[in-house]
């Protein structure tokens, strides 16, 4: 679980709180992924977070019925390289979920896997198609405009950063820098990079609007986590 950020761009909204531990709903923002994955049979989630705050995760978490591990990053290593380090603190081998911690995804994991494993792929990654942040205008060629739409899905997927790791795909990561530049591309050529379609709930929480409106969510859906 990725919870490097700072939260910058909340602001006040943060309380001084790294962003994976943001108070949504009345519990931090990352026990609400940590409570789905312990409902898909999860007992154990290793947080890459930046170093001295260890102690903190632990105990925000401490209450979320699952063993929570630390993995503190020496220095920023980059969404490839802190999935790798975190990594290295695994019992079990085998297929590993990596993700966001601060996001709300209400993504099938036992379906992911479970497509990850079919395919035998190196990696498999969740794509989206989350709602555009415009309305769309009907253009002609003579620039009459003929119609307007609400805001609706974009027409295409992109990645909910979200991924199911076999052992290959995870040992090809690198120690420093972001996998989707490096080794990802690779694994399009060689055709051992899936996608898993995701068309349920994906809330970004990056600002403190974005934070009100996952606030608001997990208060009007309480439900969310069953």
Not at 5 to 20: H, L, Q, T, Y
Not at 27 to 47: F, M
Request: with cysteine; net charge negative; proline share 4%.
């Amino acid at each position: 679980m990725l919870a490097g950020g700072k939260a910058e761009r909340m602001g006040a909204a943060a309380a001084g709180r790294p962003k994976s531990l943001v108070v949504v709903g009345g519990k931090p923002l990352l026990a609400w992924q940590v409570g789905r994955l312990r409902g898909a049979g999860v007992s154990r989630v290793i947080v890459s977070c930046a170093a001295g705050q260890e102690e903190d995760f632990e105990r925000d978490l401490a209450d979320t019925g699952v063993e929570i591990v630390c993995a503190g990053e020496p220095e920023r290593l980059g969404r490839g390289g802190a999935i790798r380090f975190a990594a290295s603190l695994r019992r079990e081998s085998g297929d590993v979920l990596a993700m966001n911690g601060d996001e709300l995804v209400a993504v099938d994991f036992t379906g992911l896997l479970a497509r990850h494993r079919a395919t035998g792929a190196a990696a498999t990654v969740t794509v989206a198609r989350p709602l555009s942040q415009f309305g769309q205008v009907e253009v002609r060629d003579d620039d009459v405009v003929t119609g307007f739409h609400e805001v609706a899905p974009v027409p295409y997927w992109v990645n909910c950063g979200i991924y199911a790791l076999s052992a290959e795909g995870l040992a090809r990561f690198p120690e420093l820098g972001d996998h989707e530049t490096t080794i990802f591309p690779e694994l399009v050529t060689e055709g051992s990079l899936h996608a898993f379609r995701h068309e349920g709930l994906w809330l970004t929480v990056n600002t403190p609007k974005e934070l009100r409106r996952a606030d608001e969510h997990v208060t009007a859906h309480p439900e969310w986590l069953a």
